[in-house]
């Protein structure tokens, strides 16, 4: 997470950086023009993100660590994914095959994940990489290369679903957040309210927000939040909804026929994500370690996301097939799945700076006001009837 900041304190781009922004906006006005000058926020978000050679997601820039525009957990140290590795073993152990993880970034987690497994002599016959990007693609190669050979050769690289089914560990760190979402915003009236969507339109130098004529599949989902929700939400609330949850989910059951699939992002059940208070909604951008509101600056070089209404996630699994296994908070899953073990043993080797750096580290990972709290952990599985340590402390309703 980043802190929030305001657009006028944002870094200067560069020259180049400035060109291929431009190239990204030119790209991204075309197909406006071709589809009557406006679209769905979810179709620019995509665009801005995934087009292919040109999006954020896309491109060779640099997105994760001190150099990039955001730090993940994996990225602090090797802790975070040791803990998802001593999870994965134990689900291994009782499924046997293999580990997918979707969206790798960097490779750090996947290195890390191996790394423990191969001491914890439960490697998996298979460790598949599903990424979309290349670029990512290229890095994550070079990282685990630096690997022994013997757990190297464990590792594939996919770009789309593997074509048979799996027994093992799905994995997704902050794969959710950046899912393309609709925006909505409610207008009241006399017989009840209004779901207008806020879609994306041109102006002469850029993009701007449009009220539009919700879709069917819109309005119903934001009819059903309404209608979920212990409180009504005032006039002109603003805010979020990810419809591709559901046929993303159902592609991840297609492709477990055993085992579990740990989803870890920044979100909140429903009933708390949808909050009066909450009324313009939570769509951040990340740019150079600054997080702010507008997505139609800097276009093409700084991250979209939204926080996830892990509520979504649960019913998309329910249709699909799966069942929830657990659903905790980030510090909460660490914590079952034996941070506190593998930071005393760290702290009994080393030197004085070593010490504080991983106390650093796992400050970062579980305290409130930083990631523990905000980042949830949700299982989901399928003929899995073990109990998750990393679910042993919490299960919070959804």
């Not at 305001?6 to 030119?26: G, K």
């Not at 603003?238 to 055993?258: D, G, M, N």
């Not at 979100?267 to 708390?272: F, K, V």
């Not at 951040?284 to 507008?294: G, L, T």
């Amino acid at each position: 997470m980043t802190s929030p900041a305001s657009v006028t304190t944002l870094p200067p781009l560069s020259d180049d950086e400035r060109a291929h922004s431009q190239r990204v906006v030119d790209h991204i006005r075309h197909f406006m023009q071709q589809h009557g000058g406006v679209i769905g926020f979810d179709a620019w978000m995509r665009l801005a993100l995934y087009a292919p050679g040109l999006g954020y997601y896309s491109a060779g820039a640099t997105k994760f660590g001190g150099s990039g525009d955001f730090v993940t957990a994996p990225e602090m140290g090797s802790l975070f994914s040791r803990c998802v590795a001593r999870q994965c073993a134990e689900v291994l152990r009782v499924t046997g095959g293999e580990i997918l993880e979707l969206g790798a970034g960097s490779g750090r987690m996947a290195a890390d994940i191996l790394t423990e497994l191969a001491a914890l002599d439960s490697l998996p016959e298979r460790y598949s990489i599903l990424e979309v990007s290349a670029d990512l693609a290229e890095r994550q190669r070079a990282r685990i290369a630096q690997l022994p050979a013997a757990i190297s050769a464990r590792v594939q690289w996919l770009d789309r679903w593997p074509e048979r089914v799996m027994r093992g560990v799905v994995l997704a760190n902050e794969v959710l957040d950046a899912m393309p979402v609709e925006r909505f915003v409610l207008r009241s009236r006399p017989d009840g309210i209004d779901v207008r969507a806020l879609g994306v339109g041109l102006t002469d130098i850029g993009f701007e927000w449009r009220e539009t004529s919700p879709t069917s599949e819109l309005m119903h989902a934001v009819a059903d939040i309404v209608e979920a929700l212990p409180q009504p939400l005032p006039d002109g609330y603003e805010s979020e909804v990810c419809l591709a949850f559901q046929p993303w989910i159902a592609s991840l059951a297609a492709q477990l026929e055993t085992g579990v699939a740990l989803l870890i992002d920044y979100g909140l059940p429903r009933a708390h994500l949808y909050h009066p208070d909450r009324n313009t909604g939570t769509l951040r951008c990340h740019f150079r370690h600054r997080a702010h509101s507008d997505p139609f600056i800097n276009v093409g070089l700084q991250d979209i996301t939204a926080w996830v209404d892990f509520t979504r996630v649960a019913e998309a699994a329910d249709s699909a097939g799966l069942q929830v296994l657990g659903f905790a908070s980030q510090a909460a899953f660490l914590i079952g799945a034996g941070i506190e073990s593998l930071l005393s043993a760290g702290m009994q080797r080393g030197d004085i700076r070593h010490q504080a750096t991983l106390a650093g580290e796992a400050r970062r990972l579980l305290l409130p006001g930083e990631m523990g709290e905000i980042f949830k952990v949700i299982a989901l599985g399928r003929g899995y009837e073990t109990p998750l340590t990393g679910f042993s402390t919490q299960h919070l309703a959804l």
